[in-house]
């Protein structure tokens, strides 16, 4: 059996504008994973692709997940980024788990991050030999 990953890890991301996400003007400004504290990460979820050569197509690949960060610290509005998976169902396990996250509502240097948006990275990996996929936060 193989295991899968989804390693969701921080992005390097500058200030910058999201198109065709569906986010108001107000929360287009982007900020990096790496100025924020992360609160909190949920354990990892697990996926079971539906199709053996899914997993092999999918091998290696990432895509971002952008989102907006409320006034509680909270991910919303968690948009996957345009992307080439072969299994679409594994980005919304990846979209689900990115949107438990909670992060400060403060860059580490003091500056408000409400309504701005952050954008974490998920990478698919073949991993072990345990057929299940895991989606985890990083």
């Known amino acids: 059996m193989r295991r899968h990953a989804c390693n ?6 500058g200030a910058g504008l999201l198109f065709g996400l569906g986010f108001p003007a107000a929360a287009q400004t ?3 994973i790496d100025d924020l504290n992360v609160l909190y990460q949920p354990e990892p979820a697990h996926y ?3 199709g053996d050569d899914l997993d092999l197509a999918d091998q290696g690949k ?6 907006v960060i409320s ?8 948009e996957a980024e345009d992307n080439d998976m072969a299994d679409q169902n594994f980005v919304d396990v990846a979209v689900e788990s990115v949107s438990k996250w909670v992060v400060g509502t403060e860059t580490r240097s003091g500056e408000s991050v409400v ?4 954008t974490i990275t998920c990478r698919f990996r073949l991993e072990g030999s ?3 996929t ?3 936060a990083r």
């Open 71 to 78: 006034a509680s610290g909270r991910l919303n509005d968690c």
């Open 30 to 32: 982007r900020v990096s």
């Open 48 to 50: 079971q692709p539906s």
């Open 62 to 67: 990432s895509f971002e997940v952008s989102c």
């Open 134 to 136: 895991q989606v985890a």
């Open 8 to 13: 969701i890890v921080p992005a390097m991301v």
């Open 115 to 118: 309504g701005r948006v952050v």
């Open 130 to 132: 345990e057929e299940r």
